[in-house]
T-cell receptor, first 112, second 113 residues
């Protein structure tokens, strides 16, 4: 039982490049989340999903897209990376009816 | 939406002393208040949570208190140890129930040996 797994762990992009971050969970959770963590800013919600095929915007959605084609996977896409998207990205999941969120190990992204 | 404010942003205490971190929230619909601990370079992990039908909850050296009237809740760590050094985050759901959480900006706690 791996919990929440994020790939990759580290990535360096040039401005304008695109990439996809993958989150996978094996706990059969309905809800999944993408956060970014910046110094002094805490955890800010980018997008989230309450079920397969559904997504919703969070606090800071601009510049990101997401997809939830399978219940266990939640993908975060950056179409045209900008230096302002340099951050640590965390995925999390939770069970419907429960508030407890389980986090992945994070992806450290640098955009040059 | 929910607005969660957390203080202080940094806190240093002598080993063995107590530490208190406070959070305020804006949405009176919030009914669940978790605390997450994030060690350096690691993922956030839930350490304790409280629901709005109780005023206090303890788990060994950590406790959380809730004042719904004043809309604030606090994390208390007693007999602090070096392994308590970490960043702590509070959160609240607002009127989204269990759908999502709004996190505070975090408190970096340093335990001085």
């Amino acid at each position: 039982n791996a919990g929440v797994t994020q790939t990759p762990k580290f990535r360096v992009l040039k401005t304008g490049q695109s990439m996809t971050l993958l989150c996978a969970q094996d706990m059969n959770h309905e809800y999944m989340y993408w956060y970014r963590q910046d110094p002094g800013m805490g955890l800010r919600l980018i997008h989230y999903s309450v079920g397969e095929g559904t997504t919703a915007k969070g606090e800071v959605p601009d510049g990101y897209n997401v997809s939830r084609l399978k219940k266990q996977n939640f993908l975060l896409g950056l179409e045209s990376a900008a230096p302002s998207q340099t951050s640590v990205y965390f995925c999390a999941s939770s069970q419907q009816g429960k508030n407890i969120q389980y986090f992945g190990a994070g992806t450290r992204l640098s955009v040059l | 939406g929910e607005n969660v404010e957390q203080h202080p942003s940094t806190l240093s205490v002598q080993e063995g002393d107590s530490a208190v971190i406070k959070c305020t929230y804006s949405d009176s619909a919030s009914n669940y208040f978790p605390w997450y601990k994030q060690e350096l370079g690691k993922r956030p992990q839930l350490i304790i949570d409280i629901r709005s039908n109780v005023g206090e909850k303890k788990d060994q050296r950590i406790a959380v208190t809730l004042n719904k009237t004043a809309k604030h809740f606090s994390l208390h760590i007693t007999e602090t140890q070096p392994e308590d050094s970490a960043v702590y985050f509070c959160a609240a759901p607002g009127n989204f129930g269990n759908e999502k959480l709004t996190f505070g900006t975090g408190t970096r706690l340093t335990i001085i040996p």
